[in-house]
């Protein structure tokens, strides 16, 4: 019995419920919820399962939370709301006895913060309920912390240099468009970028650092440091790392659009006074940006992330390179969404599946790399993500 409850009906919750059904021999029942319920019943439309249940719930608020979970009896939660909900969902799984899982950090509403501090904090509390969180179970964060607990357990003594490595080099034929919720995007992209290096954290200017990394069947492509959540759980959980950073490529055309949003003020997330009205500038430009759901139809190439790292086996330095290409065609054919809502939901739902097989059970709050990696790599080969591997090879960084 694995009766699994997805909160949230967006890109990735769409991915998430489809493949959650293809492999009903873990997921006997299944619920989606989300603000909008009309959502949730077009996903099971599309499907076609009408035994998957829906419901509406407002996922800011925990005493509605209780009273769905109390209502459903999940076992675990895989939390695909955004990043906003996951205090409250985890707060509520506490009361209602329930597991969780997510794909993103806390994130403050009025603060584009980035850090693990605050879900770290329920630690005990999951750990005296006997219940498990799993953290950051998307592509990245999520199998960019698998790839690095695979290279750990099986060719590593000590990683020294870890360098994730993330490029989209699809194109969905739209000016501008974000491949995942606007306001989360653009709020991550925004920030100041950081990277880890020798103890310290060094800080740098928005998309400041930047190189051409060359991507397997995709060629040379220049790729912007950022900080990303990963790199935070990663050099705790590998203290032997000396460096670690955290690359994205983005096209001219996308980079042009970003400045002027931010030059005009668009990407603002205070409330502003409009006609009388409230509004906060970012969440309106998501109201007038394409929908990231929307992108699939027409998009094509294929996104490649990775790990590149660099470290000593048996006395010997050695380098190491493991990698994921997605096609959007493929992932659109497969769910009818792009590959960056394939490469998020996949994931999602095997870490979901390794819970109900019982292999990553560990009352507390835990982040990925630190259960073990070689079943859900295994599944990532069968689940539509496969993997490849480069070995000492020179990783360009
Ligand atoms: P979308 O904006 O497409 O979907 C979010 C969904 O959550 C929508 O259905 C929305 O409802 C629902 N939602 C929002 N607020 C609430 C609320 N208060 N109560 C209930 N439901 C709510 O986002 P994506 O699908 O693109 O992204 C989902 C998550 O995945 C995000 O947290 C994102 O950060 C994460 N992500 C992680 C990645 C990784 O690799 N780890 C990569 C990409 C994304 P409504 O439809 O009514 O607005």
Redesign the pocket.
């Known amino acids: 019995m694995g009766r699994v409850l997805i909160?949230?009906?967006?890109?990735?919750?769409?991915v998430v419920a489809h493949k959650v059904a293809q492999n009903s021999d873990i997921f006997t029942d299944i619920m989606i919820?989300?603000?909008?319920r009309s959502?949730c019943d077009a996903i099971v439309e599309a499907i076609g399962n009408p035994a998957i249940q829906t419901a509406q719930?407002?996922?800011?608020h925990v005493e509605e939370l209780v009273a769905l979970f109390n209502n459903f009896k999940p076992e675990l939660v895989i939390?695909?709301?955004?990043?906003?909900?996951d205090l409250t969902i985890m707060e509520a799984c506490l009361q209602a006895g329930v597991n969780y899982l997510?794909?993103?950090n806390y994130e403050p509403l009025d603060e584009a913060h980035f850090e693990y501090s605050w879900q770290w904090a329920y630690h005990e509390r999951f750990k005296e309920a006997g219940l498990t969180a799993i953290l950051?179970?998307?592509?990245?964060?999520?199998?960019s912390g698998i790839f690095t607990a695979y290279a750990a357990k099986h060719y590593f003594d000590e990683i020294h240099y870890l360098d994730i490595v993330d490029c989209n080099a699809g194109d969905h034929h739209k000016a501008f468009a974000t491949?995942?919720?606007p306001?989360?995007?653009i709020r991550e992209i925004t920030q100041k970028g950081r990277y880890y290096e020798d103890g310290k954290w060094v800080e740098t200017g928005s998309l400041e650092i930047h190189q051409p990394i060359t991507y397997p069947n995709i060629g040379p492509r220049e790729s912007y440091l950022l900080y990303h959540e990963e790199l935070e759980s990663l050099v705790k959980n590998y203290p032997t790392i000396k460096r670690a950073r955290f690359w994205m490529t983005f096209g001219q055309e996308y980079l042009t659009h970003l400045r002027v949003i931010q030059n005009i003020g668009m990407a603002r997330i205070d409330e502003i006074d409009y006609n009388g009205q409230k509004i906060v500038p970012i969440q309106f430009l998501k109201a007038v940006l394409p929908?990231?759901?929307d992108l699939g139809e027409n998009y094509t190439g294929e996104t490649s992330i990775g790990c590149r790292i660099r470290g000593i086996k048996d006395g010997k330095e050695r380098t190491y390179y493991v990698y994921n290409n997605c096609s959007h065609e493929a992932a659109y054919k497969e769910t009818g969404m792009q590959g960056?809502?394939y490469?998020?939901g996949v994931?999602a739902m095997i870490g979901a599946m390794m819970y109900f097989k019982g292999l990553w059970k560990r009352p507390g709050v835990n982040n990925v790399e630190e259960f073990d990696p070689d079943p859900f790599m295994d599944q990532l080969n069968k689940q539509g993500l496969p993997w490849h591997e480069e070995f000492d090879k020179d990783l360009e960084l």
């Open positions: 909160i949230g009906a967006g890109g990735v919750g769409t919820a989300s603000r909008t959502k719930v407002d996922a800011d939390n695909v709301a955004l990043p906003y909900q997510d794909t993103a950051g179970c998307g592509f990245d964060p999520g199998v491949n995942f919720n306001e989360i995007n929908n990231p759901q960056v809502s490469t998020t994931p």
